[in-house]
Structure formats: structure tokens, C-alpha cells
């Protein structure tokens, strides 16, 4: 059974530095890819990244291109997200998800494609 668990989330000030780790297991095939996606208590998840176990292809929305960057372990087992210039509008629930196949855009903008979901882990960002 495919188990996610996220880690690494916190309170920081608006500029700093976060990084989130997803720790990956259960996987029958090594098809497959992470995504990273946020979501503010009473709106839905937004896509932030994903990334292949495949062949690495990751994409990382515009919005935060330049600041947010995913990465996988050598292993394989864990993605993490790497957070940079934070600002206090990138507060919110981080959650990490999987699903069988390749990260793409058409897929990241669809949270309901992805099969499994990590518990989500806090962040703030004070002003």
C-alpha cells in the first residue's frame, strides 16, 4: 500500500527558507510521480509541483517558479520542496500525493487525478 508522509513544515518569517520532505513507500512499480500541492483551509488544493520517479521530468507552476523547487533522494524514497523567499499568501496545508505515471502539467492542475495523499503538514509565514 502506497504511504506518503510529509514532514519539515513550520512557522517562518516572510523571506525565509522551508523544506518540506515527503517520505514515499508502497510502490509496486517505479511509475510514478509526487506532486506537491497547498491548499488554505476552505479553498481547494492548489498545484505546486510534481516530478517523475521515472525519468526526474518535474514541472513547477508559474507562481511560484523561481522560489519553490522539488527534487528526489538518490534513493528514490523521499521528494522534497524546497521553499524560498517565503511569503505570508504561501501560508497554508502542504500535502504531498502520488499517483501511477508521469508528472505532467495536465495532471498537476487536477488534484482529483492523483490517488494518494500524504496528512499534509503546517506552514506559516509571519509578515
Known amino acids: 500500500q502506497v504511504q506518503l508522509v510529509e514532514s519539515g513544515g513550520g512557522l517562518v518569517q516572510s523571506g525565509g527558507p522551508l523544506r518540506l520532505s515527503c517520505e514515499t513507500s508502497g510502490f509496486r512499480s517505479d511509475d510514478y510521480a509526487i506532486g506537491w500541492f497547498r491548499q488554505v483551509s476552505g479553498k481547494a488544493r492548489d498545484p505546486i509541483s510534481c516530478?517523475?520517479?521515472?525519468?526526474?521530468?518535474?514541472y513547477t507552476a508559474e507562481s511560484v517558479k523561481g522560489r519553490f523547487a522539488i527534487r528526489q533522494d538518490n534513493a528514490g524514497d523521499t521528494v522534497y520542496l524546497q521553499l524560498n523567499n517565503l511569503k505570508p499568501e504561501d501560508t497554508g496545508t502542504y500535502y504531498c500525493?502520488?499517483?501511477?505515471?508521469?508528472?505532467?502539467?495536465?495532471?498537476?492542475?487536477?488534484?482529483?487525478?492523483?490517488?494518494?495523499w500524504g496528512q499534509g503538514t503546517e506552514v506559516t509565514v509571519s509578515p
Open positions: 516530478i517523475s520517479n521515472q525519468n526526474g521530468f518535474q
Open positions: 500525493a502520488a499517483l501511477d505515471g508521469a508528472c505532467s502539467i495536465r495532471l498537476l492542475i487536477q488534484p482529483l487525478a492523483w490517488d494518494y
